[in-house]
C-alpha cells in the first residue's frame, strides 16, 4: 500500500491495480532480505554482493534500458552499503529531504525511496519532492 500511494500520487493515477502494476513496474530485489547469516539487513560481504547482486542488477538495466527513474526501495538502510568503495564507480547518489536521486553507471537515474521506515513528512511530502528534484532536471 505504501508504494501504490506513492506511486498514484507521483504518476497522478486515480487507481492501481494488478495489470497496471504487469505493464508498468518491474520488481528487482537489490538485497538478499533472507540470506543465512544476516540480521535485518547487512551485507557481509560487500565485494560478494556487488558480484552476485549487485552486477545481476546492472545487467538488467542494460537490458530494459528504462527511460525513466528507477525506484530502489530501502533508502536509507542501506545507504552506507552502497556508500562503500566498492560501489563508488557503478553507483553515485545525493540526498535530497526524505528521499535520494542519483545515477547507476552513469547511465540510469534512480530515486532512493525510504519505504523500509517510516516516510519522514508522508508520502505527499515524498512526491512533492520528488517532482520538485525533477522539474529542476538533476
Do not use: C
Request: charged share 20%; hydrophobic share 40%; aromatic share 16%.
Amino acid at each position: 500500500s505504501n508504494i501504490a500511494g506513492f506511486l498514484k500520487r507521483l504518476y497522478e493515477i486515480e487507481k492501481i491495480n494488478w495489470d497496471w502494476y504487469q505493464t508498468n513496474f518491474i520488481n528487482l530485489e537489490m538485497i538478499p532480505y533472507h540470506s543465512a547469516n544476516t540480521s535485518g539487513l547487512r551485507i557481509n560481504n560487500p565485494t560478494e554482493f556487488r558480484k552476485i547482486y549487485f552486477e545481476i542488477l546492472l545487467k538488467f538495466l542494460k537490458h530494459l534500458n528504462p527511460q525513466k527513474s528507477v525506484f530502489i526501495l530501502g533508502f536509507p538502510t542501506f545507504e552506507q552499503y552502497l556508500n562503500q568503495s566498492h560501489f563508488k564507480n557503478v553507483i553515485s547518489f545525493k540526498k535530497y529531504g526524505n528521499f535520494w536521486v542519483g545515477k547507476i553507471a552513469n547511465k540510469y537515474d534512480f530515486i532512493g525511496l525510504p519505504f523500509l521506515t517510516r516516510i519522514k513528512g508522508g508520502k505527499d511530502a515524498l512526491v512533492s519532492g520528488i517532482k520538485k528534484i525533477k522539474s529542476l532536471n538533476l
